[in-house]
């Protein structure tokens, strides 16, 4: 995640600090509010289509969506992989024997605690960035940072 050296904003972007942003025109709160709940996926839609001129605000709405977007499309990746894991493991402990399935039970329920461990990384690192957004920074994440910040210029 980066954001402005202090002091300096990226360009279009006001930040909740600077005198021209205030309230967000659509939603009706402050800037910097605005922007950290957005980052609740369903308020992240909303706000991102409600508020059509403060580009702080529409730029966190729209990594919000992206990186739900994203986390859905991994969770359902590991979640089908860990399910064929399941089953090539149930075939293999019936039949190659107790050392076999033993080890393949072992890399299994390594492979789900990897999938219950993920989303707990994904919540930090929201939670980090709705605080940047709540301190009026613009906390880009990578990859999706980019795009949105394309999107938000258009």
């Known amino acids: ?12 972007y006001a930040t ?34 409600l508020e059509k001129e403060n580009k702080f605000v529409r ?3 729209m990594q919000s ?3 739900g977007a994203l986390y859905s499309v991994i969770m359902i990746g590991l979640i089908l992989v860990g399910v064929v894991f399941t089953f090539v493991g149930a075939a293999v402990a019936a039949t190659a024997g107790d050392v076999a399935g033993s080890l393949f039970g072992i890399i299994i329920s390594l ?8 989303p707990v990384a994904l919540l ?3 939670i980090i960035t709705a605080v ?5 920074k613009v906390a880009k994440l990578p990859i999706i940072g980019n795009i949105a910040e394309k999107i938000v210029n258009k």
């Open 65 to 67: 969506i992206l990186f």
């Open 132 to 136: 940047k957004a709540y301190q009026g």
């Open 124 to 126: 930090v690192g929201l």
């Open 1 to 12: 995640m980066q954001s402005p050296p202090p002091g300096q904003q990226i360009e279009g």
């Open 16 to 49: 909740p600090s600077s005198p021209s942003t205030g309230k967000a025109a659509g939603t009706g709160l402050d800037a910097n509010v605005a922007a950290a709940i957005s980052y609740i996926f369903i308020v992240g839609l909303i706000f991102f289509f």
């Open 111 to 118: 492979f789900w605690l990897l999938i219950w461990l993920v």
């Open 59 to 61: 730029f966190h709405a």
